[in-house]
Structure formats: C-alpha cells, structure tokens
C-alpha cells in the first residue's frame, strides 16, 4: 500500500507546504497561493484514503485473528479480504493520475459521424452514457452547447464534467466510438454499424495562467437552437468566438444572458489553448509517443456490440459481456484498464 499511495513521502510534503503558508507574505500571489492549497489537499487526500484503507485491513488481521481461535468464519474473512482488495485495486489506478491537467474538470464533446439518423442517435446514447457515469460518480454535469439531429439525436453536444480529476478519469475516452445493432430505424430491422468521436480535454482553472489578447478574438453573436425553451431562440445570447492566430472556434448558447455565454466561450477558449500547450510539450518531449497518442486519439478506440452482448477497448483488450450497464454509466473498469494500460507502457 505505501508504494501505490507514496505516504511517507506525501505527509513531508504536506508538513513542508503547510509551513509555507505561515509566511507573511503568502497571499500577496494568489494564482500560487492558491495552487499550493490546492496541492495541499490533494495529498490530504491520498494520505486519508490510504488511513481508510488500512483500517480496513487492521480489521481484515483481527477477524484472523478471532477465526484462528473459533469466534469469526472463513466466510466473514474471505469477505473482509475482498473489501481490502477492491479498494486497493479501484485506487491503484487513481494513483496514476499525476499529470498537472488531471486534477481538473473536463470538457467532453461529442460528434454524430456519417450516417445520418443513426450516427445521431448513437450521440444521444453516448451523451447519456457520460452523463450517467458522471452522476454515479459524484460529478456535476453542464450542457454547453447542443445541436439536435434532423430526425432523432444529436449531431453535437458539448458538456462540462465538474470535479476533481474528471480530466484524469475521463481522457482516455478521446477517439471514434463504433456502434453495432439492430436498428431500430430500418424497417427491414437490419444490422448497421454508426461512428461518433469524442473529445476531452481540461478546464483550467485560476491556477494555470492562459494569457489571450484581446485583439486576437473575434465575436459572434446568433440565436440559440435545440432545447432551453422559447426564449433562447427568440434573443441572440448564444456567442461564437474565434481565436484568429490558432483558428480555434468556440460556441456556448448554455444561458439566456449573452454576458454569461461570453464568460463560458472564454473559459472554454482557454481550455482549447492550454491543451494546444499540453501537446506541444508532449511532442518537444518525446515526438514518437506523441503521435503514437495523435494516431490513437483519431482513430476507433471502442466497439458496442448490443446484438452480441459485448463491449470491448480495441487499446487494452478489456472486454465486457453487459453492454447494457456500459450504456447505464458503468465505465470506471474501461477507465482503469486504460491508465494502467499507459501507466505500465511508459
């Protein structure tokens, strides 16, 4: 347990910053300020789940103890065991989560492929499945931007995943996601296949400095489409900005006040930059893993096959015989195959 949760090593760490926080001087920069307390409860933390985790097993020696001389069953230890073991196991991979950007919240969009109706709805199960996963798991859920398909679905979505290491936990999820079934928009009730991409990437937050020139930014304002009632179609507050010597686009039609969808399309801008930054490093760093991770974000990383009853991660092998539960939000076993998937690799 201590070389998964490094304890020794986080609790100097913990006491060095804490002194630091004393100076006098401390807040006078609050962007650093404010990433050491950050920092600070992050490794709180670790060292409170690893307490958790060896009280669990303290009382996994006791129940020995007690079957050893006839007051505790086989069956009450084995059980005390597996608590032990899944929790070590559900936070080993978490452990892995040590990049700067994985402790952020993330934007995660979704794109309907060719296909038409079908790649549209396969969007909505998708934006479903998110959706769910993010709710089961303590995450708060923000629509930014949605276009409905013509027919069913959507042909985009946009949602904001708010909490601690949503980055982390969710970008592996980057790529083409594949759909097999029987459709339930053919007549004939034939077998079709449906593509949509994902993307993730972080939200930064007051700790990370993205500095963008006003002068650099052009503005657009439109009248919202999709759901959100009458009135976001009947006023212009949904915002189109571009950042002109990248090229990079951003829309938010999420309020009704244009003001607050100016505020979103920045922070959403800022993100798209930072993670621009974040591959830039990567390929000064090491160019030929950094296109092994280009080519394996553009390409299919997961095929849903609902007729035959399977799920399967084409990067780790990982396989699951319940497809309906993946669609219902159970993704953290796809999640930790991944990371330590990479984790093991490098």
Request: aromatic fraction near 8%; hydrophobic fraction near 35%.
């Amino acid at each position: 347990m201590g070389g998964i949760f490094d304890v020794a090593n986080k609790i100097e760490q913990i006491k060095d910053d804490e002194a630091k926080t004393l100076a006098p001087d401390f807040w006078n920069d609050q962007l650093k300020a404010q990433a050491l307390m950050k920092e600070i409860k992050q490794h709180k933390n670790w060292v409170s789940l690893f307490k958790h985790i060896e009280g669990k097993f303290d009382d996994l020696t006791i129940l020995k103890e007690f079957k050893e001389i006839g007051e505790s069953t086989e069956e009450e230890v084995d059980h005390q065991y597996q608590l032990v073991v899944n929790e070590l196991e559900e936070n080993e991979f978490k452990s892995t989560l040590k990049s700067e950007e994985d402790s952020l919240s993330a934007i995660l969009e979704i794109n309907a492929g060719a296909g038409g109706t079908e790649s549209c709805d396969w969007g909505s199960m998708l934006m479903r499945m998110y959706t769910m996963w993010a709710q089961k798991n303590g995450y708060t859920v923000n629509e930014l931007d949605y276009q409905a398909g013509d027919v069913a679905g959507i042909k985009s979505v946009i949602l904001e995943i708010e909490g601690d290491f949503a980055f982390g936990m969710l970008k592996g999820e980057n790529g083409v996601h594949r759909l097999v079934r029987i459709s339930p928009f053919n007549a004939q009730g034939k077998r079709m296949t449906s593509f949509c991409s994902v993307y993730v990437h972080p939200i930064v937050d007051d700790t990370i400095e993205i500095e963008i020139n006003p002068a650099d930014l052009e503005w657009d304002t439109f009248r919202a489409q999709g759901a959100g009632g009458q009135h976001v179609n009947k006023t212009e507050s949904a915002v189109r900005v571009t950042h002109v010597p990248t090229n990079t686009i951003v829309e938010c039609q999420q309020q009704r006040s244009q003001i607050q969808n100016r505020e979103t399309a920045m922070k959403m801008l800022k993100s798209k930059l930072y993670e621009q930054e974040m591959q830039k490093k990567l390929e000064a760093r090491d160019a030929i893993e950094a296109q092994k991770m280009k080519n394996e974000w553009g390409s299919q990383i997961r095929s849903y096959v609902l007729d035959d009853r399977w799920v399967k991660d084409l990067r780790t092998g990982y396989k699951v015989n319940n497809p309906d539960n993946v669609l219902n939000g159970d993704l953290n076993g796809f999640f930790k195959a991944y990371l330590l998937h990479k984790s093991e690799s490098k």
